[in-house]
């Protein structure tokens, strides 16, 4: 099939974009807007948008609703009917007879010219898409200009076959649509991948990514093209939404320009800051509140805050008690400060009496522990669920991945509210990323990055009271939990062994607060969410071999 002009030249626009899950009707919008700007604007040929463009990524069991699926058949209908001027391949779900199919329709001037079915169906980590779909089996080459471009879809591009199978067909250029998330390292990976594919084909590649948050996922964007060796030709930045031209001259994709390798901690944040705005804006949210106690964690978590919406929807709220240090409410006071948000001081010494009062006949005789330490997490977290009710403000929890892992954290108390940024961002990462920010504009106080943590619920309490020092608890979580290595190989790897036991048995005996947590951003390959799936109720024990 020949679309588009009959020049050797073809230009494509990258469309990295921002897809709301379920908002059919609006994403047809912001398709057919795109394809008058990159028409317009850009003198394109050709516009690609992202996987599943049509209904956001991932849609999950919307797709069993028949009514939602009529709104799909709508918005293909309509697409037909305006695009015009441009050749548009767009990622949208596809039904034939009873078969749902990942697909991508190629469109111009009301005529749907070509479509191609996803064949490898990821269904690992964060993916279940054999829930939902049929994979396809043939290639789909469309001639764009004089160009034969082979199309595929995500994960169609990290195996070998369904691009060998459109270079066979004769396809010149591939083409590759995707809802990609990220985790630390991703560009990387995927710039190997794509070369690897187009040298052992010989064809150059044009990748489009999706941009924008989603739950925990993120989608960084990166949209980018290799030539036949495989090497970067063309990079978009991360985090950001933009159509981004692509030219194709006699069948090899020009030099343009390359967005910056940004660091670790720099790609990290950026993400964590995407994926609170989308959450914010996505859900109707009015602006966030969060308790900041002085401490690291709240520390952060106020600057991604305020990073992410502006610090006009921000309110920070210190809640000190009988054991809250001098030191705490003036560093709170300074972040509070620099960052130029709301800040009010709720003391938690009255709700906390009268707790301890009207329990008083059931503690009787009892020594205080724990429970004590509860209760005044729990009274700040009914006042910030009552100020995130009362102005529809989302409440923002502060905790991280360490002491989620652990169970280091309180039920309905700093665990209450409505979304985690740092609910994947192991304890250390959150002392980098807090560096990184400061390097950008000074605004978390140098005495948080240097005192000892601490929840401050007990006299002198320190977390190493309760806890490993992170410089040792981190590095055995990341191997138990990421990499699912067994308690006798991380002793191997030089960890001391009645450690590495106390914390595998803390993180499988906590299974039941995490599942009771907010969701959260995540930045690893292996978060406590969609790609982490163990049973609460469990006689599995890996910290022993269980014998002959």
Same mark, same amino acid.
């Given at each position: $099939?020949?679309?588009?002009?009959?020049?050797?030249?073809?230009?494509?626009?990258?469309?990295?974009?921002?897809?709301?899950?379920?908002?059919?009707?609006?994403?047809?919008?912001?398709?057919?807007?795109?394809?008058?700007?990159?028409?317009?604007?850009?003198?394109?040929?050709?516009?690609?948008?992202?996987?599943?463009?049509?209904?956001?990524?991932?849609?999950?069991?919307?797709?069993?609703?028949?009514?939602?699926?009529?709104?799909?058949?709508?918005?293909?209908?309509?697409?037909?009917?305006?695009?015009?001027?441009?050749?548009?391949?767009?990622?949208?779900?596809?039904?034939?007879?009873?078969?749902?199919?990942?697909?991508?329709?190629?469109?111009?001037?009301?005529?749907?010219?070509?479509?191609?079915?996803?064949?490898?169906?990821?269904?690992?980590?964060?993916?279940?898409?054999?829930?939902?779909?049929?994979?396809?089996?043939?290639?789909?080459?469309?001639?764009?200009?004089?160009?034969?471009?082979?199309?595929?879809?995500?994960?169609?591009?990290?195996?070998?076959?369904?691009?060998?199978?459109?270079?066979?067909?004769?396809?010149?250029?591939?083409?590759?649509?995707?809802?990609?998330?990220? @985790?630390?390292?991703?560009?990387? !990976?995927?710039?190997?991948?794509?070369?690897?594919?187009?040298?052992?084909?010989?064809?150059?590649?044009?990748?489009?990514?999706?941009?924008?948050?989603?739950?925990?996922? #993120?989608?960084?964007?990166?949209?980018?093209?290799?030539?036949?060796?495989?090497?970067?030709?063309? @990079?978009?930045?991360?985090?950001?939404?933009?159509?981004?031209?692509?030219?194709?001259?006699?069948?090899?994709?020009?030099?343009?320009?390359?967005?910056?390798?940004?660091?670790?901690?720099?790609?990290?944040?950026?993400?964590?800051?995407?994926?609170?705005?989308?959450?914010?804006?996505?859900?109707?949210?009015?602006?966030?509140?969060? %308790?900041?106690?002085?401490?690291?964690?709240?520390?952060?978590?106020?600057?991604?805050?305020?990073?992410?919406?502006?610090? !006009?929807?921000?309110?920070?709220? $210190?809640?000190?008690?009988?054991?809250?240090?001098?030191?705490?409410?003036?560093?709170?006071?300074?972040?509070?400060?620099?960052?130029?948000? @709301?800040?009010?001081?709720?003391?938690?010494?009255?709700?906390?009496?009268?707790?301890?009062? #009207?329990?008083?006949?059931?503690?009787?005789?009892?020594?205080?522990?724990?429970?004590?330490?509860?209760?005044?997490?729990?009274?700040?977290?009914?006042?910030?669920?009552?100020?995130?009710?009362?102005?529809?403000?989302?409440?923002?929890?502060?905790?991280?991945?360490?002491?989620?892992?652990?169970?280091?954290?309180?039920?309905?108390?700093?665990?209450?509210? %409505?979304?985690?940024?740092?609910?994947?961002?192991?304890?250390?990462?959150?002392?980098?990323?807090?560096?990184?920010?400061?390097?950008?504009?000074?605004?978390?106080?140098?005495?948080?990055?240097?005192?000892?943590?601490?929840?401050?619920?007990?006299?002198?309490?320190?977390?190493?009271?309760?806890?490993?020092?992170?410089?040792?608890?981190?590095?055995?979580?990341?191997?138990?939990?990421?990499?699912?290595?067994?308690?006798?190989?991380?002793?191997?790897?030089?960890?001391?062994?009645?450690?590495?036991?106390?914390?595998?048995?803390?993180?499988?005996?906590?299974?039941?607060?995490?599942?009771?947590?907010?969701?959260?951003?995540?930045?690893?390959?292996?978060?406590?969410?969609?790609?982490?799936?163990?049973?609460?109720?469990?006689?599995?024990?890996?910290?022993?071999? %269980? %014998?002959?």
């Amino acid at each position: $099939m020949t679309t588009g002009n009959r020049n050797p030249g073809l230009r494509i626009v990258m469309a990295q974009l921002d897809f709301l899950v379920g908002a059919v009707p609006a994403n047809t919008d912001r398709i057919l807007d795109a394809c008058r700007q990159a028409r317009d604007r850009h003198a394109a040929d050709v516009v690609v948008f992202p996987e599943l463009a049509l209904t956001g990524y991932p849609p999950e069991d919307l797709l069993f609703r028949p009514h939602f699926m009529e709104h799909v058949q709508v918005a293909i209908r309509r697409l037909c009917r305006h695009i015009s001027g441009v050749t548009a391949i767009v990622g949208c779900p596809l039904q034939e007879d009873r078969l749902l199919f990942n697909a991508a329709l190629v469109i111009r001037d009301g005529r749907i010219l070509a479509q191609y079915k996803k064949q490898l169906l990821p269904n690992y980590s964060v993916f279940d898409e054999k829930r939902y779909f049929t994979p396809g089996e043939e290639p789909c080459i469309v001639t764009l200009g004089e160009l034969p471009v082979g199309i595929t879809i995500c994960e169609d591009i990290w195996q070998a076959g369904p691009a060998q199978q459109a270079a066979a067909a004769g396809a010149r250029l591939l083409v590759n649509l995707n809802a990609s998330p990220f @985790h630390a390292g991703k560009r990387d !990976e995927r710039e190997q991948v794509l070369a690897l594919r187009a040298r052992e084909n010989n064809l150059p590649i044009v990748y489009v990514n999706m941009v924008g948050g989603q739950d925990e996922l #993120v989608f960084d964007g990166g949209s980018f093209v290799v030539d036949a060796q495989g090497a970067v030709t063309q @990079h978009a930045p991360a985090c950001v939404e933009g159509l981004y031209p692509v030219d194709i001259a006699a069948g090899a994709p020009a030099t343009a320009d390359c967005a910056p390798r940004l660091t670790l901690e720099a790609a990290i944040y950026d993400v964590l800051v995407l994926g609170v705005r989308d959450y914010i804006r996505k859900n109707g949210f009015d602006g966030a509140v969060l %308790g900041l106690s002085g401490g690291i964690d709240s520390a952060l978590t106020l600057t991604l805050a305020v990073d992410a919406i502006g610090a !006009e929807r921000v309110e920070a709220v $210190m809640m000190p008690s009988r054991y809250t240090a001098p030191m705490s409410l003036e560093d709170a006071r300074a972040e509070a400060t620099a960052l130029g948000v @709301h800040y009010r001081e709720i003391a938690i010494e009255k709700p906390f009496e009268s707790f301890l009062g #009207v329990l008083a006949p059931v503690f009787a005789g009892l020594a205080a522990d724990s429970t004590e330490e509860n209760i005044q997490a729990r009274c700040r977290g009914i006042i910030l669920m009552a100020i995130s009710n009362k102005q529809r403000r989302i409440l923002l929890t502060t905790g991280n991945k360490s002491e989620m892992s652990v169970g280091y954290a309180t039920l309905y108390g700093d665990m209450a509210g %409505g979304f985690a940024p740092l609910k994947d961002v192991p304890k250390l990462l959150v002392y980098r990323l807090s560096r990184y920010r400061n390097s950008l504009a000074a605004v978390i106080p140098q005495r948080v990055l240097e005192r000892p943590p601490s929840a401050e619920l007990a006299p002198d309490q320190k977390d190493v009271d309760s806890l490993p020092p992170y410089e040792v608890l981190d590095p055995i979580l990341e191997r138990y939990i990421e990499h699912d290595m067994s308690v006798e190989r991380i002793v191997a790897e030089g960890f001391d062994a009645a450690v590495v036991a106390r914390v595998a048995a803390m993180v499988d005996r906590n299974e039941y607060k995490r599942r009771q947590a907010p969701p959260g951003v995540r930045i690893t390959q292996r978060a406590f969410g969609r790609d982490r799936r163990y049973p609460i109720t469990s006689g599995y024990q890996n910290f022993q071999n %269980g %014998g002959d």
